[in-house]
């Protein structure tokens, strides 16, 4: 059993704080053009998976000496991101982080984030994400987490696959208690940890906390 399993995607540069938060002993699993963002932060995957469609020929290169290849059809009926976050899964690791730069796709961000919402992950006991600067944590119910965040902290719950129920929240500034979370509403965004450590529940459902990088 894998520890941890780092996937690593996107299309831009990835945070040095998501790359700090990379252990050293983790599996490194790059989807497809992931694996040039993930050589340029001094990280290298021993697994690339995908079509192929979008790493560099040089990045495709090192691949083919480094690492084990897993290539799919362009034609398929899932993104990079999903068959990378399958496979992870696949090595019953104990927790699978998912890191990208932030890029300048939003359809790619959702559905990336909505990969560690997949039934087939439910079974890992940490989902975590970095996106850009800002942090993810998806919690599949029943489950539960704690965050020791710093007084102040600004943090949203949100139910981002279909309803969530019994959602509580507690050390925050606006808490929840056995609440029932409507799929994307507002009445998660925009809270504060007021007690730490920042402590977030849910029943059935899944619920992803973010923590955003830089709050205006």
Known sequence: MSSTVVVITGAAEL???AVAAVPDDAVLIAADGGLDYALAAGLEPSVLVGDLDSISASGLAWASEHTTVVRHPVDK??????????????LTPERILLVAGAGDRLDHAVAAL????????????????????????????????????????TFSVLATHGVAEGVTVQGARWPLQDHRLEPLVGLGVSNQV???PLSVSVQSGVITIVVPGEVS
Do not use: M, N
């Open 114 to 153: 909505g990969a560690l919402g997949a039934a087939a992950v439910g079974g890992v006991a940490h989902l975590e994400a970095w996106w850009g600067s800002d942090q993810f944590v998806v919690i599949h119910g029943p489950g539960s987490t704690t965050l020791d965040l710093p007084i102040g902290t």
């Open 15 to 17: 945070d040095s704080r």
């Open 194 to 196: 007021l007690e730490p």
């Open 77 to 90: 009926p899932a993104t990079d991101t999903e068959l990378a976050v399958a496979h992870a899964a696949s």
